[in-house]
């Protein structure tokens, strides 16, 4: 099971950092994503984390603005978002794959077998 949190209300340029938390004994195993639904608009991928940490991509529109990590020994991973856009508004969800390796749809919510609830991250002045 994950929980997402940390969203909120923030002015453009400012920065959040959400936190997934997962239940169970194995997070380690898993590969972690962050999605991003804005309204009216299809979820889409953001970036995503291999099970050591050593490995991660991002998509290009947040690709030096945002930065995926994990600690395993915490059971939560983390995406902290600085110099935030109008346009990164939307509700972000995580999700964890059971394989130590990202694989080549790891932007596609169907490779994904576990979902946590979304955080609301509004940028607005």
């Known amino acids: 099971q994950l929980q997402a949190s940390g969203g909120g209300l923030v002015q453009p340029g400012g920065s959040l950092r959400l936190s997934c938390a997962a239940s169970?004994?194995?997070?380690?195993?898993?590969?972690v994503g962050w999605f991003r639904q804005a309204p009216g608009k299809e979820r889409e991928f953001v970036a995503v984390?291999?099970?050591?940490?050593?490995?991660?991509y991002y998509a290009d529109g947040v690709k030096g603005r945002f930065t995926i990590s994990r600690d395993n020994a915490e059971k939560t991973a983390y995406l902290q978002m600085n110099s935030l856009k109008p346009e990164d508004t939307a509700v972000y969800y995580c999700?964890?794959?059971?394989?130590?390796?990202?694989?080549?749809?790891?932007?596609?919510?169907?490779?994904?077998?576990?979902w946590g609830q979304g955080t609301q991250v509004t940028v607005s002045s």
């Open positions: 999700a964890a794959r059971n394989t130590h390796f990202i694989g080549p749809l790891y932007g596609t919510d169907t490779y994904y077998d576990y």
């Open positions: 169970g004994s194995t997070f380690s195993n898993y590969v």
């Open positions: 984390i291999k099970w050591s940490g050593d490995s991660f």
